[in-house]
Structure formats: C-alpha cells, structure tokens
C-alpha cells in the first residue's frame, strides 16, 4: 500500500514551476530486511531549503555528524512538517512531508551545531560572493593553509558549506537578506562564484572582483 501527503490547496500547489514533488511513504513490507547491528542514532534537525521557485521551511532526519555529508551522499531527501512559500507572495501552505532531489536544493540552510569538532581541520577562509538561481549568497568558505581556495572548491563534491554567510532575495516585490551561521551552496547549480568582502559587510562595499572568477 503506498499513501502520498497532500498539500491543503491544489491551487496553490500550481505555482510551482520545479520538479519538487509530494513524497510517497511505503507501508511495512511482510518480510522487512534484517535491521544492522548498530544502528546510527537518526536525529531531526530544522532546515530551511532554497529552490529555484519556493523555499521549504521543516525537518530532515539526519544519522551523520555534518549535513554536508548528508546532502552529499544522498540524492533525494524527505522533509517534514514542511511549511512552503513560493516567491511570488502566495499564502504559504503546509505539507506533512515533501520529497525533493539533491539538484532541486540550491541552498540549505541548518540550525545547530556546525558537526564534530574533532572532524575539523584547521583552514583559511576566503569570503566569496555567489549568484545561485535568485539567489545571492555571501559567506566563507574554508581551505587548508597554502592551498588555492578556488582548486579547492573545484576538487570537492557539489554539497560546500560556507560560514557566516548572508543570503539575498525577493518575495514578490518584498527583498529580503537572512543571516546564517552556515549554508549548504550546491556547486552544480551556481550561475557564478567571485571573490568576495567578508559577508555581513555593508551592501555599498560588497562590488565584486571580477578579476577572480571561481566558476
């Protein structure tokens, strides 16, 4: 038997132009495979996800220490309790839970702790300034001492995290501009990457260099 959640307003549902879908939740199978010996301790975490057309405000199940490694290693994830707001100023609506796929998120934004301290690495930050959908973000991102911060971020997978970072953009004629401790910028959909001024630095000072273009 497979049950789908429903979004409160088919309507409302129609202004969404991305691929971002209801999620369906299978029932128990009659034979459920065997359970691992230990099984990783499975958290909900609060997230906020940037689409192309909407973002979704609700919880992801998390079994790993760092949320990068999450959105890296998955390609589809569930969110629940999930409250949506498209960016043409509809009312926002509710869904109990919604499926998305890892190249529907451009940005994911986490509450919490920044993961395992003990997983750190002592690095430099770079400031860097991206345009992502409509989205700009400006943040830190982290590379080891006498590495080039742009190889860096090329070398790695999509999912990078940048820290105190700003996010810009509009809600119908409404601009807003968020503040985050850290951000999940996914590389393979980013329009462009320039270095940057540090990321709460007044807009006025914030012109790009375009001399450096990262991607």
């Known amino acids: ?3 789908v959640s429903a ?4 309507a409302v549902m129609r202004n969404f132009n991305g691929r971002i879908r209801l999620a369906f939740t299978r029932g128990a199978t009659e034979e459920p495979e065997e359970a691992a010996a230990v099984e990783p301790k499975v958290v909900e975490i609060d997230v906020v996800a940037y689409a192309e057309d909407c973002i979704l405000s609700g919880r992801l199940p998390m079994a790993v220490d760092r949320l990068s490694d999450l959105l890296n290693d998955n390609d589809e994830f569930e969110l629940i ?5 498209d960016l043409v100023g509809s009312e926002p609506i509710e869904s109990r839970d919604v499926l998305v796929h890892r190249d529907e998120l451009l940005l994911v ?4 702790p920044r993961g395992d301290p003990g997983r750190r690495n002592h690095t430099r930050q770079h400031p860097i300034i991206a345009r992502i959908g409509p989205y700009e973000v400006r943040g ?9 911060p742009i190889e860096s971020l090329r070398r790695r997978r999509p999912m990078i995290a940048l820290t105190d970072a700003t996010i810009e953009f509009s809600i119908g004629t409404t601009h807003h501009r968020r503040l985050a401790g850290v951000v999940i910028l996914n590389r393979d959909c980013v329009d462009s990457i320039t270095e940057g001024f540090p990321a709460n630095a007044p807009k006025s000072d914030l012109a790009p260099d375009r001399s450096r273009l990262l991607l």
């Not at 979004?7 to 088919?10: G, H, L, R, T, V």
């Not at 934004?109 to 919490?112: L, N, T, Y």
């Not at 830190?140 to 080039?148: E, Q, Y």
């Open 7 to 10: 979004f409160a307003d088919d």
């Open 140 to 148: 830190l991102i982290h590379a080891l001492p006498g590495t080039d």
């Open 1 to 3: 038997m497979v049950r």
């Open 81 to 85: 309790d999930v409250m949506v707001s």
């Open 109 to 112: 934004e986490a509450s919490g």
